[in-house]
Every structure is written in C-alpha cells, then in structure tokens.
C-alpha cells in the first residue's frame, strides 16, 4: 500500500481535487486527506466520496479553533455530530509557537475535547488521530494520556519536531509518526527519523501547503517514494520493517468504505 499519510486535498478547488484524488488513485497512492474545521470534514467527505483511496480526516487544526467561547462551542457541537463517521481525526492538536500562543488555552480545552471524543468512538470503531505539535508535544501527550486517547486510538504524530526526551516519550508511548520531505531536509529531522522505530514510520506529503494551492499527483507519488527511500536508508539494518504501520492503516481504509456503502 503506497500511502501519504497527511495531506490536504480539499486544499484546491473542487475539480482539481477530485482529479488529484483520481490521478493519486491512477499511480497506486491512497491518501490521509487531513481537514482543518469540521465543517470542512462535511464538505470533504462529500467531494472525494467516490474515491476509496481518499480517507478525509475530521479535523480542527489548533490555528483554527476559536478564541470566542461561544464559536468554539460551536465548532465542538459540529465535530461531536461528525466523528460517529470519522475514522480518522485530522488535523487536531496544539501550536504554542510565537503566533499562536495566544490561544493556548482555547487550544488545550478543544484537543481535550477531541481526544475525549475520540477515546470514546474508539470503543465501537477504529481511530487514527493525525496530530500536529508545535512546541507543545509534551502537552499534547499529557492530554492524550490524560483523555484515555493514547491508549483507545492510534495517535500520529505528523512532522514532529518536539525535544529528544519528548520523542522518547512519544516512541514509549506507542506512538506513529509520519514524516516528509521538509523533515528530512534538516539533520535533527533526519536524526529523529532515524531513532524512530521502522515500523513506526509513515511517509507524508503535507501538500497542498495552503488553501487555493494545487498538487500534481505524479509529484505527489514522487515524493511519496523519495520519503520512502530516505527511511529505508536511515534504516538499514531493519528496512524491512517500513511499511508496517501502512498495513495497519489499509485495515482502517477498508473499515470505513465499508462502512460507507
């Protein structure tokens, strides 16, 4: 199973996305297509409904959740009417970086509120939570700890780039990670990625980057395969343990198609 394991296909307009999709399918790829608002799941999983290799992810991006209590108590009520659907939860989790510090709080309570969500799904389905950390990693695994997420759901950490003792922890903790080029182009990436198990490992995209933004599906594939040629170097020694944690991912896959017929 050929997988980008975080992407954003409902980034482009309508067309183009379902060509992405179409094409992606055309070369082998399945995709983890991670939204940023619920109402974004809704629109999503309506426009690549048609497609089994697209698995939208039911997301609420920690850049996007409210700073107005009542508007985010909006948006939970619309992600609580959404996740009996979503197999996987993306993407969700906390950014304490300079320009969104401010929200910290607001972040905490609405990563809690997913995960709590999310433990409790995972009792009846499978859940895959594609997880974005900035300089928050440590918190995010208290509160995943904390909501009995980590434990109930597969917990991804998608483009990590928390402290050595937080990965450690992470890695402990039975975590996935999905890593990508812009990751593997700086040393403690690649250090990283290379003291990650091979098993725990998945190959990500993050395109396109921004909304309005296209992805060719050759490129895509491109640099699905240079990903996965870059770990396979990192691990040589146990290379035949990549694409592990894609066998499990094509049970969720099947899981929610069939689900949808």
Same mark, same amino acid.
């Given at each position: 199973?050929?997988?980008?394991? %975080?992407? %954003?296909?409902?980034?482009?307009?309508?067309?183009?996305?379902?060509?992405?999709?179409?094409?992606?399918?055309? %070369?082998?790829?399945?995709?983890?297509?991670?939204?940023?608002?619920?109402?974004?799941?809704?629109?999503?999983?309506?426009?690549?409904?048609?497609?089994?290799?697209?698995?939208?992810?039911?997301?609420? %991006?920690?850049?996007?959740?409210?700073?107005?209590?009542?508007?985010?108590?909006?948006?939970?009520?619309?992600?609580?009417?959404?996740?009996?659907?979503?197999?996987?939860?993306?993407?969700?989790?906390?950014?304490?970086?300079?320009?969104?510090?401010?929200?910290?709080?607001?972040?905490?309570?609405?990563?809690?509120?997913?995960?709590?969500?999310?433990?409790?799904?995972?009792?009846?389905?499978?859940?895959?939570?594609?997880?974005?950390?900035?300089?928050?990693?440590?918190?995010?695994? *208290?509160?995943?700890?904390?909501? *009995?997420?980590?434990?109930?759901?597969?917990?991804?950490?998608?483009?990590?780039?928390?402290?050595?003792?937080?990965?450690?922890?992470?890695?402990?903790?039975?975590?996935?990670?999905?890593?990508?080029?812009?990751?593997?182009?700086?040393?403690?990436?690649?250090?990283?990625?290379?003291?990650?198990?091979?098993?725990?490992?998945?190959?990500?995209?993050?395109?396109?980057?921004?909304?309005?933004?296209?992805?060719?599906?050759?490129?895509?594939?491109?640099?699905?395969?240079?990903?996965?040629?870059?770990?396979?170097?990192?691990?040589?020694?146990?290379?035949?343990?990549?694409?592990?944690?894609?066998?499990?991912?094509?049970?969720?896959?099947?899981?929610?198609?069939?689900?949808?017929?």
């Amino acid at each position: 199973m050929m997988l980008d394991a %975080h992407c %954003h296909l409902d980034f482009m307009e309508a067309r183009e996305a379902r060509a992405a999709a179409d094409g992606a399918r055309a %070369h082998g790829l399945s995709c983890l297509s991670c939204t940023v608002e619920p109402e974004g799941y809704a629109s999503a999983r309506n426009l690549f409904s048609a497609h089994p290799n697209v698995l939208v992810g039911l997301g609420l %991006h920690p850049w996007w959740v409210s700073a107005d209590a009542l508007e985010r108590a909006q948006q939970f009520e619309l992600f609580d009417e959404l996740a009996p659907g979503a197999s996987l939860v993306g993407e969700v989790g906390l950014d304490f970086g300079a320009a969104h510090v401010a929200t910290r709080d607001a972040q905490r309570e609405a990563f809690a509120h997913i995960c709590r969500v999310s433990a409790q799904q995972a009792v009846s389905s499978p859940r895959v939570l594609s997880i974005h950390s900035v300089r928050a990693a440590g918190a995010a695994l *208290d509160i995943l700890a904390e909501t *009995d997420a980590l434990e109930a759901c597969t917990c991804v950490f998608h483009w990590f780039s928390g402290t050595s003792e937080e990965l450690a922890r992470a890695v402990r903790a039975g975590c996935l990670f999905s890593v990508g080029p812009r990751m593997l182009a700086t040393k403690r990436g690649r250090a990283y990625a290379r003291s990650i198990p091979a098993k725990r490992l998945l190959a990500e995209t993050d395109l396109p980057s921004a909304p309005g933004e296209r992805l060719d599906p050759a490129e895509q594939l491109r640099l699905i395969e240079k990903t996965e040629r870059e770990l396979a170097a990192l691990h040589p020694r146990d290379a035949e343990e990549l694409g592990r944690a894609e066998v499990f991912l094509a049970k969720v896959f099947k899981f929610a198609n069939n689900r949808s017929l």
